[in-house]
Nanobody, 121 residues
Framework: VQLQASGGGLVQSGGSLRLSCAASIRTFSIYHLGWFRQAPGKEREFVAAISWSGGTTYYADSVKGRFTISRDNAMNTVYLQMNSLKPEDTAVYYC???????????????WGQGTQVTVSS
């Protein structure tokens, strides 16, 4: 199982980025998917999650109203649309897949390699 995240980059404060994560999982549609991020010197933290059907989403308070998670089961891809970006959003962003609905990184089974997002002030 492989998850490949992409779409990171350098953006000014207030700007937008769209992250993608393509999965090589035959049964992609049974997995809940999540995005996490890790800033230098900090723990990896939960950002957003989407249920296997796409019908339920959950966000960290710090990104609620600015970020949107979505998925395309036909394309085996999960997305994270990030708007109104702030310097404190700067981190390496990771996608993850798991069979248990959770915001805890310990309950996700598969992880992508991460993509760097840098927001300048």
């Amino acid at each position: 199982v492989q998850l490949q995240a992409s779409g990171g980059g350098l953006v000014q404060s207030g700007g937008s980025l769209r992250l993608s994560c393509a999965a090589s999982i035959r049964t992609f549609s049974i997995y809940h998917l999540g995005w996490f991020r890790q800033a230098p010197g900090k723990e990896r933290e939960f950002v957003a999650a989407i249920s296997w059907s796409g019908g339920t989403t959950y966000y960290a308070d710090s990104v609620k109203g600015r970020f949107t998670i979505s998925r395309d089961n036909a394309m085996n891809t999960v997305y994270l649309q990030m708007n109104s970006l702030k310097p404190e959003d700067t981190a390496v962003y990771y996608c993850a897949a798991g069979t248990r609905w959770s915001s805890s990184r310990d309950l996700y089974d598969y992880w992508g390699q991460g993509t760097q997002v840098t927001v300048s002030s």
